[in-house]
């Protein structure tokens, strides 16, 4: 899966809120490279927004885990349709065959059922993920079964916003870089690393902006 993911049917209103450091953000990347000084004006009024739901954001971090955007979008159309609502509670009493129905694998199941229970359990720390760094995060988060890299530092860009996040597996990013920065040909992720140097400390403004180049929709969380 890639470009992040768009979650909209969630009966929860969107943190529509710019990110504090957004217009600092595109006026550096601006001035450091010249691809995304070209690209950031295309997409003047979207930016990266957040819905503050941390169980839902994962969640859909693991329903996306390596099918495409749009087998994952059905999937989770028709998961949000079963429950209630998308809460920990809600999902942890939901059967297996239910849940598989959706078009869940029994590995994915056992995953978001997994998921739940940590939240059930309050086995992740949320009060202090803000005082937290990027992988300190990322290190817990790889605790909770189904969680990998990919998933974590999807959670840390959508739901925490936090700026400078490389998804270096990210198979949109990938193939953003190689068409903008090596002629359609691929990068490795050394070579990836070495190109977002000039982005630090904005990397997740780089990324979604890469995304947005293409899928101009804007991500919805």
Not at 102 to 117: E, F, W
Not at 125 to 136: L, R
Request: aromatic residues 10%; contains cysteine; hydrophobic residues 45%.
């Amino acid at each position: 899966m890639s470009y992040g993911f768009k979650v909209e049917s969630i009966d929860r209103p969107a943190l529509n809120m710019l990110p504090a450091y957004w217009h600092t953000a595109v006026a550096e990347l601006a001035a450091r490279d010249r691809i995304l000084k070209e690209l950031m004006p295309r997409f003047p009024d979207i930016s990266l927004t957040s819905r503050g739901d941390a169980f839902a954001t994962l969640a859909r971090a693991i329903v996306g885990q390596q099918i495409s955007t749009k087998a994952s979008e059905s999937v989770w159309q028709r998961l949000i349709a079963l429950l209630p609502e998308v809460s920990p509670a809600a999902l942890a009493c939901m059967g297996e065959e239910a849940l598989a129905s959706c078009g869940l694998s029994q590995r994915k199941v056992g995953y978001l059922k997994d998921l739940s229970l940590h939240f059930l359990e309050g086995t992740l720390s949320q009060a202090e993920w803000a005082g937290m760094d990027d992988e300190a995060i990322v290190a817990e988060l790889m605790q909770v079964r189904g969680i990998g890299r990919w998933s974590a530092e999807m959670f840390l860009i959508f739901n925490l916003l936090r700026p400078d996040v490389l998804p270096l597996d990210d198979f949109g990013l990938q193939r953003a870089m190689s068409m903008h920065y090596n002629a359609g040909q691929p990068l490795s992720k050394l070579k990836m690393r070495a190109i977002a140097g000039q982005w630090q400390p904005w990397r997740s403004v780089a990324t979604w902006y890469l995304w947005r180049s293409l899928d101009p929709a804007p991500i919805v969380y």
